[in-house]
């Protein structure tokens, strides 16, 4: 028996999230069954825990959008048991059981092999916001960053974060956006060089084209700010595009594109194909400042996740969370 945090529907369509002890025979198939260390506490996370469940497509459920661990035991030649891996994406935590428990058993493609110079604690502390911050680095860097700052937007949430400290360590400016003043101290440290306030971006366009302002831009955000940033852009400059908390809709025009040649790059964690997995874990080892980690991450435990889950979905939550299902 192990413990595992457990979302159930009534009849009513509500939902609840308890922990509770369940036996090997609840897990789902899977050629890899792990002895999962540590989750996250993602947004969707937040979606899957509260009230009508958003993205479960099954009850019961145990959430958690990643998770990392050691392998038990595999009927897959690539992983043995005692291997340490990581996993993101391919719908974990939604579709398939997640890493809200202290196995689980899932796919050997949807693994990869923990990259040296990371621990399962460091590797959750980076998460599925980690892996997807760094894959628009990747992206922006695959398209050339120009000369003048990288604008990160919803710097104070997961993504925007690890993007922050990763696009500093790498040695470019960064401006990070943010919607809460008392926070400018802890972007600064992760390297931020220049701090704007939300509201400075969340005007509707009233001009197609700005000044250019930005050499490449990680968008966090989504809509009417995605908007704005687009007419700020270089010339040839990038937008990597991630989140979609400020709406999917898109009040913009062509014009940027067309006059300033900006590129918008949408980046989507779910379905990477492995060899970008790979890279991307790579890279994190390499290129993400590991002591900036603490200063970004908090700790939680299953009995935490239904207040945690209320708590993201409010915005109230910074930085990362990295789940300990053992303690």
């Given at each position: ?176 956006v943010t919607g809460r003043p008392e926070g400018a101290d802890y972007l600064r440290d992760l390297g931020a060089t220049e701090i704007i306030a939300r509201a400075d971006l969340a005007e509707t366009v009233k001009k197609p084209l700005e000044a250019e302002r930005w050499g490449g831009c990680v968008d966090a955000v989504g809509g009417a700010m995605l908007a704005r940033v ?98």
């Amino acid at each position: 028996m192990f413990n595992a945090l457990i979302v159930e529907k009534d009849a009513e369509g509500q939902t609840t999230a308890s922990v509770q002890k369940i036996g090997m025979d609840r897990l789902p198939a899977g050629e890899v069954t792990v002895t999962v260390e540590y989750s996250t506490v993602n947004y969707k996370d937040g979606l899957c825990i509260g009230p009508g469940g958003g993205l479960v497509r099954s009850y019961p459920h145990v959430p958690g959008i990643d998770l990392a661990g050691t392998v038990e035991a595999s009927d897959d030649d690539r992983y043995a048991p005692g291997d340490k891996v990581v996993l993101t994406g391919w719908r974990v935590g939604e579709a398939h059981w997640g890493g809200y428990a202290q196995k689980a058993r899932v796919k050997a493609d949807w693994l990869v092999p923990l990259p040296d110079g990371l621990t399962t604690r460091a590797a959750m502390a980076v998460g599925t916001a980690g892996f997807t911050a760094m894959l628009a680095v990747m992206a922006l860097e695959d398209h050339s960053i120009k000369t003048g700052p990288v604008l990160v937007t919803g710097a104070s949430g997961g993504v925007g974060s690890v993007a922050t400290a990763i696009l500093a360590n790498l040695g470019y400016g960064v401006a990070a956006v943010t919607g809460r003043p008392e926070g400018a101290d802890y972007l600064r440290d992760l390297g931020a060089t220049e701090i704007i306030a939300r509201a400075d971006l969340a005007e509707t366009v009233k001009k197609p084209l700005e000044a250019e302002r930005w050499g490449g831009c990680v968008d966090a955000v989504g809509g009417a700010m995605l908007a704005r940033v687009l007419g700020q852009m270089e010339y040839g400059a990038s937008v990597a595009a991630v989140g979609l908390a400020g709406g999917a809709g898109l009040p913009a025009t062509v014009i940027p594109f067309l006059l300033r040649g900006v590129n918008l790059l949408g980046i989507d964690s779910v379905l990477q194909p492995y060899d970008n997995r790979l890279r991307a874990w790579a890279r994190i080892a390499t290129d993400l400042p590991l002591d900036r980690l603490d200063a970004m991450t908090t700790a939680a435990t299953l009995s935490d996740l239904p207040q945690l889950g209320a708590d993201i979905l409010k915005g109230q939550v910074r930085g990362r969370v990295v789940v300990d299902v053992n303690a």
